[in-house]
Each structure stands twice: as C-alpha cells, then as structure tokens.
C-alpha cells in the first residue's frame, strides 16, 4: 500500500470515534511519522461549543506528546465521510500545523470519492511566528 492509503484506511477506520453529536459533522485525520508509526485524532465536541477540539489538533498534539517532532512527520491526512465534503482545515489547525509540522510536509484532503494533495506552505503562505 501507498503512504497515501495506508493514511486513508487508519483515518478512515479511526473516524468511528470521532465524537460530534452537535454537528454531526465526522472528522478524522491521520499523521505518519518517518519510523513507520501512524496515528490518528478525531474531532471532539462539547456541550460547551467552543469547546470543541478538532481532528487534525488533537492528531497533532498526541504526535507531539507521544515525543515525535516536526522533521519527525511526513504527512497529515485529513478524512471526512461526508459526501462532496472537502475538509480543509480551519484557521486555527493551519497555525498549528505551522508550528507542529515542516512547510513543506504534505495535506492529504481526503473523502470517499477523493484525495487531494497540498503543502503546509498551501495553506499558510504568510504565518505568524516569533524571532526571538
Ligand atoms: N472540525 C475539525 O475537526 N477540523 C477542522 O479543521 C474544522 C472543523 C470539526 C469541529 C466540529 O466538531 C465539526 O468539525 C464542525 O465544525
């Protein structure tokens, strides 16, 4: 199997526990690290809305502290199982992924019918980040 499917099936098969009974909306996303190692994170929703974490951080954030670091990652897939869905990330994903993953790591946007292809530089041209 391709990077690209190995990502797919985990994000696919993992999206059973994404937990979003308010927006019914499922988002699962997968991260394969350079030691083989896969990993995913689903969305997860709180009565509290703003509570809500998304897929791709809570991928990242286990990522991190599971001690894996940004050269450590080779690509992050994100799935969705709605139809004619493309999951691009949110704003606040993007930032993160900026700080968590290399520029030029590949975005998979991925539902049944697809699987797009990006760059973290794609969707975020112009980041902040602090020179210290
Ligand atoms: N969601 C994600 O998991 N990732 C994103 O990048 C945007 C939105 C989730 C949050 C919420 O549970 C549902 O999608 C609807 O907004």
């Known amino acids: ?13 993992d999206s059973i526990n994404s ?5 019914h ?14 990993i995913s994170g689903q969305n ?10 998304c897929a791709e951080r809570i ?8 001690g ?5 990652i080779v690509s992050l897939l994100i799935y969705t199982p709605i139809k004619d869905s493309k999951p691009y990330p949110c704003g606040a994903c993007r930032q993160v992924m900026v700080e968590l993953m290399n520029m030029d ?3 998979y946007i991925a539902n049944d019918d697809l699987i797009e292809e990006h760059k973290v530089s794609d969707f975020m041209p112009f980041s902040w980040e602090l020179k210290q």
């Open 25 to 38: 909306y499922i988002v699962s996303a997968s991260i394969l690290h350079k030691d083989g190692t896969i």
């Open 19 to 23: 937990y979003s009974p308010y927006s």
């Open 1 to 13: 199997m391709t990077e690209k499917e190995l990502l797919f099936d985990k994000a696919k098969k």
């Open 44 to 53: 997860i929703e709180n009565a509290s809305y703003g509570l809500t974490m």
């Open 59 to 66: 991928a990242l954030f286990k990522s991190r502290s599971m």
């Open 105 to 107: 790591s590949t975005i």
């Open 68 to 72: 894996y670091k940004n050269d450590d």
